[in-house]
């Protein structure tokens, strides 16, 4: 019975963390929308930075953010991850303003590079804040509703943006960046509706001799955790395979450009439909281990059938890569379960923030590495760079079978 009664209080408490965090991802993901498709035009035509450098200084704020955020990280452990998640949105939202309005270039990058580390800070945040707020069962599935709202709010986001793009003038783009200012601004005010016992039920009492973090040895120094991060970082490299390995693809063997989009709604679909009922099945750290293998072997079929698919001319050619799309859907879903079930179950429950910096630094860098890696591989081996790649990823799952016999580390 007083199980049962202190469960139920734990779902009590744990309603209105979700609702508010959940309200404030999807007020700052419309935002991201806004700033993802018109930022970079912002910087190469309103602020008159031109491509190269454009494309540089965000590769090299992005390498620099990832290090930064990892310190970062580590000296923020002690500050609540709610007012830590404010914190950094009310930093975003300056920093935002701040471009639209500058117009010398050394002051404009040095912004570029603030939104660059705030914005990496933010990802393992946002991972504390579910991981030490949110029971122990529950993580993997807040962490896939939170992704779910956030890909509708982005969606959201995109068509809003579509408006600046069309005017594509300088003063529409500084507009659009004050409206995505404005978003991470008012994405503060719902974490401050979090009750205050809602605020320490699930964090870690730093005073208690038991809880004290460890200042001895950081979270990138635990060997275990930081090889599931690097494996992990270099699955994340099939997050652009829709984005930057399919339009290079269809070009290079001159077929029907849609395709690109066509495959981009079917994964948004699958993505935002299948999200929470398969992260439901992930709730240890054997269960994610199998769930990320799995997500391999859909890479694994997905690849290889894109690269099957390059001898049609037909409409074989489009139920193919449409089926390849939905099986690497599927398999994106599930990788994305088990990463976030191992980067929570595998932390220091009282250094959350700094593994979560680990584990979303690895990730970056994936996304980071990713553009280049697929250009090269579909311009060396094209049909075949496809297999190449399928084999890559499912290679990569494979590594993570020993730590399926990793115990889960307890808070």
């Keep these: 019975m007083n199980t049962t009664n202190k469960n139920s209080k734990t779902k009590e408490i744990q309603r209105p963390i979700l609702r508010f965090f959940a309200i404030s991802t999807a007020i700052t993901a419309v935002g991201n929308g806004v700033f993802t498709a018109t930022s970079f035009l912002f910087y190469t035509q309103a602020a008159g930075l031109g491509p190269q450098l454009t494309g540089t200084a965000l590769t090299v704020t992005g390498v620099i953010a990832v290090g930064l955020g990892l310190l970062i990280g580590r000296c923020l452990e002690r500050v609540h991850p709610v007012v830590l998640n404010a914190a950094i949105l009310l930093v975003q939202s300056v920093a935002v303003a701040a471009i639209a309005v500058v117009a010398p270039i050394i002051p404009l990058l040095l912004l570029m590079g603030s939104v660059a580390v705030a914005t990496q800070v933010k990802r393992a945040a946002r991972g504390a804040l579910i991981g030490r707020m949110v029971e122990n069962s529950q993580r993997v599935r807040a962490r896939a509703t939170i992704r779910t709202v956030s890909n509708i709010a982005i969606g959201v986001g995109g068509g ?99 395709i690109v989009p066509l495959a981009l709604i079917i994964n948004t679909l699958v993505v935002a439909f299948g999200q929470i009922p398969l992260s439901r099945m992930v709730t240890s750290v054997r269960q994610a281990v199998c769930a990320i293998i799995l997500g391999g072997a859909c890479f694994l079929i997905s690849c290889m059938a894109l690269a099957f698919s390059g001898q049609f001319q037909s409409s074989w050619m489009i139920t193919i890569v449409a089926t390849a799309v939905a099986t690497y859907s599927v398999g994106e879903i599930l990788h994305s379960a088990g990463s976030w079930e191992l980067s929570f179950s595998l932390a220091k429950q009282n250094q959350m923030l700094e593994y979560q910096s680990v584990f979303f630094g690895a990730q970056s860098l994936g996304t980071v590495v990713a553009p280049l890696a697929i250009t090269s591989i579909l311009a060396e081996w094209s049909n075949s760079g496809w297999t190449v790649m399928g084999i890559c990823f499912f290679l990569l799952a494979i590594l993570l079978i020993p730590t399926s016999r990793t115990k889960q580390r307890m808070s």
């Design 160 to 258: 809003l943006a579509a408006a600046v793009t069309a005017t594509d003038t300088a003063i529409a783009y500084r507009f659009g960046l004050i409206f995505v200012a404005v978003t991470y601004f008012l994405g503060v005010i719902p974490l401050w509706y979090i009750r205050p016992e809602s605020l320490y039920q699930f964090a870690v009492n730093y005073s208690s001799d038991s809880s004290e973090v460890d200042q001895k040895r950081s979270a990138i120094h635990d060997a275990r955790y930081t090889y599931v991060a690097v494996v992990s970082g270099l699955l994340s490299i099939h997050f652009l395979l829709i984005e930057v390995g399919l339009p290079q693809w269809t070009n290079s063997l001159d077929r029907a450009l849609w």
